[in-house]
């Protein structure tokens, strides 16, 4: 399949295909003449000697004001590159790393970066031959660009630095020679071009609110299995509690469990409990919180992949070249931090629900083992469930209300996005474990309430777990349970 890439509107769900690299790229008419328009402008303004632009013809950051030599500004890009290179850590996830190239060719498809067509198309050779640079975890600030992860992925169009290629670690300048691609020499501004942006903490957003989305559905999905495991009311689910309150997501969550359960015989059963606990009652109240707070940051990624956070941007139209601050990726911090938060309440009422589970209450044996005793059935599990929600919590401490000074005092204030983001991938891994840690413990406590059935479409997602998770008799290796039932949901196709 090939995308086109235009500076028309995009939406963060046609990025699923584009993150698995399932997918060729190619530029649209209107972003090559809008690039080669950029171009042109910005080679007219640098025709004046006395003229004087932020990063095009001067240093950079508190060297503002230091100016550079028209003779010597292709070589003030690539030393730009090689400088600012500085990442240190683990490797980023290689569809992390798809992404974030995505992202900074369609920064580039709007026209108002001044860099050239060839710049363009050269990331474009790269995406489309697999060719993904090495970038590392740490060493953004999340702001004047995620300067040096985004120096990572610049080193590889120079012919610099490290890729993955056909699945293994290389150096860049042989796996271009094996792809028979040629490095490019930089041009004047591209090499801030390249640099500047919010590329890095943007697609770790991106990323895991693609993901989020599933972990939201499937914990749904797992919540009704749980509450006709445990036996539960429905009547917290009536619409009429709902609508007195009246959340989208609240809204939604409740009439999703409610559909799921509406021909389930357990539920239809006469009840002894008048009350359930709150992970199971309040199940809309939680997770509808968390799908309104997935609507607020897909809002605020959504303007951001429509965005241009380069710096100095070029306005051919209106005759500028504005240096300004695009680049600082305070709206991604906030959504970060806040979608690592609501995903990990998500997390946090699933292992609560596992617990209960687990209690040997309401008819179900003590660890959802047949024999317990001689059996320690899904003890463990529990404690697996409970130690990774407990470091979600340490995670989501924001990182969006940090700040350090940095080059000298022109950077004063940042706002640490790219560390929100890491963190937010890793909660968002952890939760979903987390799911499927009380997805193998309801399928289990299932089993109990036969020969009685829970609802088709409940049933029918048993049984498919079923062809791949057995239940569980006699204790056995339990870890290799929990992976399978993470790897099912996440997946699990739509409904």
């Known amino acids: 399949m090939t995308v086109r890439i235009d500076p028309k509107p995009l939406k963060i769900d046609l990025l699923a295909p584009i993150i698995k690299g399932d997918v060729q790229l190619t530029l649209s008419d209107n972003s090559k003449e809008k690039i080669a328009q950029g171009r042109a402008f910005l080679l007219k303004k640098l025709d004046d000697p006395d003229a004087t632009y932020y990063g095009i013809n001067t240093g950079f950051g508190s060297l503002c004001n230091v100016r550079v030599s028209k003779e010597e500004l292709s070589d003030l890009q690539r030393r730009l590159i090689l400088s600012h290179a500085c990442g240190i850590g683990d490797i980023i996830p290689i569809e992390v790393a798809r992404l974030i190239l995505f992202l900074k060719i369609r920064n580039f498809c709007f026209g108002n970066s001044g860099v050239r067509l060839e710049l363009v198309e050269q990331l474009i050779r790269l995406y489309n031959a697999d060719l993904i640079p090495v970038i590392y975890e740490m060493g953004s600030l999340g702001a004047s660009g995620d300067l040096a992860p985004l120096a990572h992925l610049s080193l590889v169009v120079i012919g610099e630095g490290e890729v993955f290629y056909k699945g293994e670690k290389q150096n860049s300048k042989d796996a271009l020679k094996a792809a028979e691609i040629s490095p490019l020499s930089l041009a004047s501004k591209e090499g801030i071009s390249l640099l500047n942006g919010t590329q890095f903490s943007t697609a770790y957003g991106i990323w895991s609110l693609l993901r989020a989305k599933n972990v939201l559905r499937n914990a749904n999905l797992c919540a009704a299995i749980s509450i006709d495991a445990f036996d539960c009311n429905l009547s917290p689910f009536d619409p009429r509690i709902h609508e007195i309150r009246p959340h989208k997501g609240q809204l939604q969550v409740a009439s999703d469990i409610k559909l799921l359960l509406s021909d389930s015989e357990i539920a239809a059963g006469k009840k002894v409990n008048v009350q359930d606990p709150y992970a199971f009652r309040c199940t809309p109240q939680v997770h509808g919180a968390s799908a309104d707070v997935l609507d607020f940051v897909e809002k605020t990624l959504t303007t951001e992949l429509n965005a241009i956070t380069d710096n100095p941007s070029l306005f051919p139209d209106s005759d500028g070249i504005i240096s300004g601050g695009n680049f600082h990726a305070q709206p991604i911090a906030y959504a970060n931090d806040f979608l690592a938060i609501a995903v990990a309440e998500i997390g946090s009422i699933s292992e609560r629900r596992t617990y209960q589970l687990i209690c040997g209450i309401r008819g179900l044996p003590a660890f ?99 062809s791949i998770v057995p239940k569980l008799a006699d204790d056995r290796l339990m870890s290799t349970d929990m992976h399978a039932a993470t790897d099912f949901l996440i997946n699990r196709k739509e409904d």
């Open 368 to 466: 959802l083992s047949p024999e317990p005793g001689l059996n320690s059935g899904f003890m463990i599990p529990q404690y697996t469930a409970a130690s990774l929600a407990s470091q979600n919590k340490q995670l989501c401490t924001p990182a969006s209300v940090d700040s350090i000074v940095s080059s000298n005092g022109q950077e004063d204030h940042v706002s640490m996005a790219a560390n929100a983001g890491t963190k937010l991938y890793r909660v968002v891994r952890n939760v979903e474990r987390i799911i499927g840690i009380e997805w193998l413990t309801a399928a289990q406590a299932l089993e109990f309430r036969r020969p009685k059935k829970s609802g088709s479409l409940v049933e029918k997602t048993h049984a498919e777990f079923r």
